[in-house]
């Protein structure tokens, strides 16, 4: 296969995730707000201004705007691009990593999912259920294609949220909300028992190395939006998971053989 044609597709694959891009601007605005997201034209939060089809670009009408709106000259969030071209390179890295495949098509889809949770719940502290039950239809899908995945994946989706159940009933609420939960069950339904598993300790993880530097540095406080760390430890098992259960697996061999 020629480097030319690797350059299109990854390069067809980067639009098309940045396209997407601009309708997860869209939920992450409106699906706090109880908005619909797919009857109301885009249109200026500041002013109105319903959005003609050359102010809806992706990246490239909120550069030309200088990020302001075209009438009122209101702000606009640079959310707006970094979403955009975010969720592209998302795109575009996930297939270079994990090979072109259904199953990765799939997998792009629930990370667009997931970053439009962790902005909300940053946002918020809120993950909407609508989303978590979009990750768990992309885990069904997902075993539509490989049948013989349900009795990891059904582990999966009791594993860790089945703990974090326990933990929210302990603490009576206050260790860990019910999106969290709800969302590690949907994770674990598509990436199966010990895939989950990775994601869960690498979201925890990252938690402890962040928050407390954004509580010393951003003043933040102790309560922390737990699914943006979620989400950044299911990318870590979509993209690394099986490299790094069967690494750990590998230690297990060595030990028997010495």
Known sequence: MTAAFNCIRYGMVLAFGVVVGSFLNVCIYRIPRR????TVPSHC???GYRLRWFDL???ASWLA??????KCGAALSAQYPIVEAGNGLLWALTFAVCGWSAETALACLVLSALLVISVIDWRTYEIPPGLNLFIGAAGVLRLLLKPAG????LAGCAAVSGFLLLVYAVTRGRGIGGGDIKLMAAAGLFLGLANCITAFLFGCLY???????????KKAGSMLALGPYLAAGILTAIWFGNRIVGWYLSLFTAAQGL
């Open 45 to 47: 939060m500041s002013c």
């Open 207 to 217: 938690a402890c190395l962040v928050h407390p530097v954004r509580m010393r540095r």
């Open 57 to 59: 670009i992706p990246v």
């Open 150 to 153: 349900w009795p990891m994946a």
């Open 65 to 70: 705007l200088r990020g302001k709106c075209r």
């Open 35 to 38: 908005e619909t997201i797919v």
